[in-house]
């Protein structure tokens, strides 16, 4: 059985399918922060010879197209996973960060 590299948010937890996600979009007037919000819609693997596996994001108003991130392993250090479908984010066994 083959292992499937995964995604995590900027506290090193694992991003899974079903997640809600915060993710950095710019600073506005007076530094406010501003965020979008983004599902993630399950792993995919892409590819004929060597299928790569790529995350799906959909934006939570479903009226832009979905987007892809590769799943290598890395840290994505603009999101950061807000709900799950069974609240078990922050019990996830989390990747090794340096804040």
């Not at 090193?12 to 979008?36: C, N, Q, S, W």
């Not at 790529?54 to 892809?68: P, Q, R």
Request: overall charge positive.
């Amino acid at each position: 059985m083959t292992t499937v590299a995964a995604l995590y948010d900027q506290r090193g937890i694992p991003i899974e399918r079903g997640d809600i996600l915060k993710v950095y979009h710019f600073t506005g007037a007076r530094r406010k922060r501003h965020y979008m919000y983004k599902q993630a819609l399950g792993v995919f693997m892409m590819g004929k010879p060597k299928p790569i596996p790529f995350m799906k994001f959909s934006h939570l108003n479903m009226n832009d197209a979905e987007y892809w991130e590769r799943c290598n392993g890395e840290v994505l250090p603009q999101y950061e996973i807000i709900q799950s479908i069974d609240y078990s984010h922050e019990e996830r066994q989390r990747k090794g960060v340096a804040v």
